[in-house]
């Protein structure tokens, strides 16, 4: 991660310096005037020249401008009464790309509070993320050296504690985007699972169940997915316990499951779908793009990216992470359209479509959820279908809700973070078309309103009261260019937006 650290707004003696220019501005604010003297008015000839005038979004780099200043680099904010956190980020993480020549250097936001100071180091560190552990031969050259961000600020004491829980959450964020760009012959089902045992230095509870202890629990719907692959299956729970501080017990006496009481004090539950590869199975997708399935275990990834957050940053809250993880693979052994499996629940499910895996994997581990931890609340994360990115390009990720007051919530921290959702509906309609001949629902139903369907499947799993939503990010799970905080690639997609909810509405104070 970035080194960011925080100074008094003072003008450097040299190396690079950002300046966060507000709209219209009149060269006297922060360390603006300052540089512009020592620089003897280059700066703002060149911002004359440029016809920069600090709209949101723009920049202007000046290379030498004097003054011991290797380069000058203007971004604009816009009007400073309508500066938000999330803005401040996006300024903090539109100068990253702009110093990749550097190896250090200071961006005057002396202006701001303390908090927006702290975000906009935040927007750099999201910003500067690279996955490079496979490149063997680049060039120095080619590599970015930026290595130290400093941010001079009028109150950097105050402003380096307001970094102290966001430098927890972009690592967490860091932790999804590490495990989503992973090759899937390196992250497979165990391995995920080993590498949420690693979280455990970090004061999570952290409990791996193997496909002898899922079959003892009637997981048919997971492991029917899983049977085509020589991976085998796991599922894993992870427990952070900031506000009781003791675990919450996920096995009674002779391994059977302890069962607890639904009160206002259980834990909040996330759960995440983990295909770390889908061929689609024996309803085998097509060659082209088939390589971007190997981030079909986005869901999982965020939950586990969340929880390590929210134990990095000392949640004061209780919360239960369950992700469910398998490779979806054709062979001889491999789960075949026309089967009937029976899920956790008892249910019983007419298998059409291998390919609609996701939403098996989900019911098994939903229901585990509710048996085991009788949540205040449950949301899923799952790159579950196409339908929802032919619904909502790459933009939005849909969300469907049984309760009104937890979409309300969602939606409003989704404008703060700008992982954006938009609520799709949940109606009879859609459920009937899940009727099966045989069986007690089937696994897809017809061709239009896929991600509708696909929701109303995973609802029949989820427990009467308990408030529930379902997140379909399939469309912005990963990026195909770079934005000002988020680097083409793996977006981590939901870390922040469930770190803000817990922080927003269910942390004690």
Known sequence: MLDIGFAKSVLPKSGALVLLVEEAETLNADLLAQADEATGLAISRALVAAEFKGKAGSNCTILAPGANLSRVIAIGIGKLSELTQRLAEEAGGACVPLLTKEESAHIAAGALSAELAAAVATGAALRSYRFDRYRTKEKAEDKPRLSKLVVLAGHPVKAREAWVPL???????????????????????????????????????????????????????LLAVAQGSEREARMVVLQWNG?????????????????????????????GKGVTFDTGGISIKPGPGM???????????????????????????????????????????????????TSASGQTIEVLNTDAEGRLVLADVIHYCQENFKPRLMVDLATLTGAIIVALGHEYAGMFANDDGLAAQLSAVAEETGEKLWRMPLAEAYNKQLKSDIADMKNIGGRWGGAVIAAEFIQRFVATGTPWAHLDIAGTAWSSKDTATVPKGATAFGVRLLDRLVAAHYETK
Do not use: H, Q
């Open 167 to 221: 430098k927890a959450t972009v690592t967490g964020v860091f932790v999804t985007r590490d495990l989503v760009s992973e090759p899937p012959n390196v992250l497979y089902p165990a391995e995920m699972a080993d590498r949420c045992k690693a979280l455990e230095s970090l004061g999570l509870k952290v409990e791996v169940l193997g496909p002898k202890e899922m079959s003892k629990l009637g997981f048919g719907a």
């Open 291 to 341: 390589e971007d399935m190997k981030w079909d275990m986005a869901g999982a990834g965020a939950v586990i990216g969340l929880m390590a957050t929210l134990a990095g940053r000392k949640a004061k809250v209780d919360a239960v992470g369950l992700v469910g993880l398998v490779e979806n693979m054709p062979s001889g052994t491999a789960m075949r359209p026309g089967d009937v499996v």
């Open 243 to 271: 506000a009781s501080g003791e675990a919450v017990p996920t096995k009674g006496k002779k391994g059977k499951v302890a069962k607890i009481e639904k009160t206002d004090n259980a834990p909040l539950a996330f759960i």
